[in-house]
T-cell receptor, first 114, second 113 residues
Framework: AQSVTQLDSQVPVFEEAPVELRCNYSSSVSVYLFWYVQYPNQGLQLLLKYLSGSTLVKGINGFEAEFNKSQTSFHLRKPSVHISDTAEYFCAVTFSGGYQKVTFGTGTKLQVIP | DAGVIQSPRHEVTEMGQEVTLRCKPI?????LFWYRQTMMRGLELLIYFNNNVPIDDSGMPEDRFSAKMPNASFSTLKIQPSEPRDSAVYFC???????????FGPGTRLLVL
């Protein structure tokens, strides 16, 4: 079965500093990978997704993620964070073949410090 | 499109009462998901539907929970009887395919006293 691990439950970072949120997945087959963001008191919304092609994926709000098949990782990065990036970030995975639901990670709370 | 619509946005009820949460998915989306989010357990998938048919309800906590999708534009999640431990934010999401981008509603914040 597929699974996704977000080891960091909270990540504090100063404003304008770079950030990396880690995501590792386990799957023996090809996968689709997603990052969602949840702002306070809102539902989740898609940041970016990897389906195939280039391993570097660019998303909204200046975020990007790199798919690394050998390390089974899909880490999210931003070179310079803003206060408005304070939110919870969820990594998600599903199989690229067959009929599978998406499995979400436990989330990482990004706290941007002024 | 207005996105996924959920009602009510907030619900406060007393233990033992029946609670019904409602969801209208994005038009044309064949998949509908119900999630529960709590501080302790994070985001949990309760059940999902494809073309109005329940596909996987393994996440439904117990028989007190039931979900229906009578047509493509409406779904309900019912808790009867409700208990304080059901207090959570319940999200509905829809997507074109099971493994495609999910579009989440704003959630229903449920408090059971």
């Amino acid at each position: 079965a597929q699974s996704v691990t977000q080891l960091d439950s909270q990540v504090p970072v100063f404003e304008e500093a770079p950030v990396e949120l880690r995501c590792n997945y386990s799957s023996s087959v090809s996968v689709y990978l997603f990052w969602y963001v949840q702002y306070p008191n809102q539902g989740l919304q898609l940041l970016l997704k990897y389906l195939s092609g280039s391993t570097l994926v660019k998303g909204i709000n200046g975020f990007e993620a790199e798919f690394n098949k050998s390390q089974t990782s899909f880490h999210l990065r931003k070179p310079s964070v803003h206060i408005s990036d304070t939110a919870e970030y969820f990594c998600a995975v599903t199989f690229s073949g067959g009929y599978q639901k998406v499995t979400f990670g436990t989330g990482t709370k990004l706290q941007v410090i002024p | 499109d207005a996105g996924v619509i959920q009602s009510p946005r907030h619900e406060v009820t007393e233990m033992g009462q029946e609670v019904t949460l409602r969801c209208k998915p994005i038009s044309g989306h064949d998949y509908l998901f119900w999630y529960r989010q709590t501080m302790m357990r994070g985001l949990e998938l309760l059940i999902y539907f494809n073309n109005n048919v329940p596909i996987d309800d393994s996440g439904m906590p117990e028989d007190r929970f039931s979900a229906k999708m009578p047509n493509a534009s409406f779904s309900t999640l019912k808790i009867q009887p409700s208990e304080p431990r059901d207090s959570a934010v319940y999200f509905c999401a829809s997507s074109l395919e099971a493994r495609e981008t999910q579009y989440f509603g704003p959630g229903t914040r449920l408090l059971v006293l």
